[in-house]
């Protein structure tokens, strides 16, 4: 190949760039807290690693607009952030960065165009709302080279190419890198709950083994739902050059590998299937279980609904406003959380008030839709509900009892201030020192629950005595509660 062909980018050194020879590729990313920077990548000295001219590559950068429209149509979930690849000279501890910035086209075009290494790019696999719009497996095989371990892989990754034509979708089987790696992309048409997508991908895989991989595939999504130990979740790297050699990406047409023009042409004519050739039986699949963190679901009392829900859009009016551009979606994804999960409303009962606070603090204004589908989502949350609720709340599907008796738990209702679930809550002994009740202690522990966030206000109650003729001495008790 002519040397003069090169394309290097101005101011760049044109020295070749030996490729790292034999290292398997990286598929999928896990995005941790590690390996975010709040910083925009930096471009003027940090090294180079031009492309090798070819075919391919032209044909790639010539259709870089194309696929980036496609892209931002089918593949996107989150434009607040994406995986930066690293230059292979700056590659010590990882590959890649968590970048968090605004994802435009402007950011997909040089990817596609492949002119530097540190032009790639991966896409997280969940958005803010826990949506998915596509399914990914990464097939590979991470051990030393091996020709039979490669074919195996070849012809299953085949054999699920297959299964996922006969329920319908248009899946994309991808040679990723030329030594045995490939990816397998299903395309939704439009957002799927993150829990279903991954239970889908649980369940096409159930019986991997029997398929004959070498190895069972990475999944994207790797979780079910995002949350504050997983903010972003793992990334698929874009079709398009490899991020270590110099590869670009072929397709299976079905019969053949398509690679360049051809490939790309297949690529830009998948549009997606509907969600509902997911099976039923797939969906049902326990993707997690329950967090350990949620305790019984909560309603509002009927009569306190419309306190509840006043206090909560002045509570939105005061602290959140929604601009496009300026961490719009991320406000009213709070806010939503807000309304189910901190003041344990209903769908039904929140949409009013997120419906108010929109006409009002959202620029542009959210449809309904929209609106109603983040609700959703956040009634799917795991977690405690009512941290911002006073004496209204009841525990669904628990009745409640009648008097305690000596020596259990037990409810106690203060009228206008506080009630305690005697589900979450026990009853403590006070504290004593040398015998005798010892005030110090007390007001430790009722710091201690504070500050655990166990308790917004701690009592301390006597419960009544006994007839006089059975009566024996008191047992005192902090009762704490949630105000």
Not at 74 to 96: C, F, G, I, M, P
Not at 102 to 111: A, G, I
Not at 135 to 141: E, Q, S, T, V
Request: proline share 7%.
């Amino acid at each position: 190949m002519n040397e003069d062909r090169r394309r290097p980018k101005l101011g760049q050194a044109k020295a070749r760039v030996n490729y790292a020879p034999r290292e398997p590729p990286m598929f999928g990313i896990a995005c941790s807290d590690e390996s975010e920077d709040d910083e925009p990548r930096q471009r003027g000295p940090a090294p180079s690693t031009p492309i090798k001219p070819s075919n391919e590559a032209d044909a790639w950068a010539v259709h870089a607009d194309a696929l980036a429209v496609w892209t931002l149509k089918r593949l996107v979930n989150r434009t607040d952030a994406w995986v930066q690849y690293l230059a292979l000279e700056q590659r010590r501890k990882q590959n890649a960065r968590t970048i968090k910035g605004e994802l435009t086209k402007k950011v997909l075009l040089p990817h596609y165009k492949g002119t530097d290494v540190s032009d790639l790019i991966a896409l997280h696999t969940t958005s803010q709302d826990n949506l998915s719009r596509s399914l990914g497996f990464d097939i590979d095989w991470h051990g030393e080279p091996d020709p039979e371990k490669q074919r195996q892989n070849r012809k299953a990754a085949k054999k699920l190419y297959k299964r996922a034509k006969r329920l319908g979708f248009d899946p994309l089987l991808i040679d990723s890198n030329g030594r045995g790696g490939y990816h397998l992309i299903l395309i939704f048409q439009r957002s799927v709950p993150t829990t279903k997508v991954y239970a889908f991908g649980q369940w096409l895989l159930k019986d991997w083994q029997q398929l004959g991989f070498a190895e069972k595939p990475e999944q994207f999504p790797k979780q079910p739902f995002l949350d504050k130990n997983t903010p972003y979740g793992n990334a698929l790297r874009l079709p398009g050059r490899h991020h270590k050699h110099d590869w670009y990406s072929r397709v299976w047409t079905g019969e053949q590998w398509a690679k360049g023009e051809e490939a790309i042409r297949i690529i830009l004519g998948t549009k997606g299937a509907q969600p509902e050739l997911i099976p039923v039986d797939a969906a049902a699949i326990n993707s997690k279980p329950a967090s350990a963190e949620s305790g019984p679901a909560r309603v509002i009392a009927p009569e306190m609904v419309d306190e509840v829900q006043r206090r909560a859009l002045a509570l939105l009016n005061k602290k959140l406003t929604a601009v496009q551009g300026n961490g719009g979606d991320k406000a009213t994804w709070t806010a939503a959380l807000y309304l189910v999960k901190d003041f344990a409303l209903s769908v039904e009962q929140a949409l009013p008030v997120l419906k108010q606070w929109n006409s009002t603090n959202c620029n542009p204004r959210w449809g309904d839709e929209d609106l109603l589908r983040k609700l959703r989502r956040a009634e799917q949350e795991p977690g405690a509900r009512g941290r911002l609720v006073t004496g209204s709340l009841v525990s669904v599907g628990n009745a409640l009892p009648g008097q305690a008796l000596e020596g259990t738990s037990f409810l106690i209702d203060v009228p206008d201030f506080i009630r305690v679930d005697w589900q979450t809550f026990r009853p403590l002994s006070l504290p004593r020192k040398r015998g005798r009740f010892d005030p110090a202690s007390v007001w430790r522990l009722c710091r201690r629950y504070e500050r655990q966030g166990l308790a917004a206000v701690t009592l301390i109650a006597t419960p009544a005595p006994k007839e006089p003729e059975t009566s024996t001495t008191p047992t005192e008790v902090v009762a704490a509660g949630v105000a």
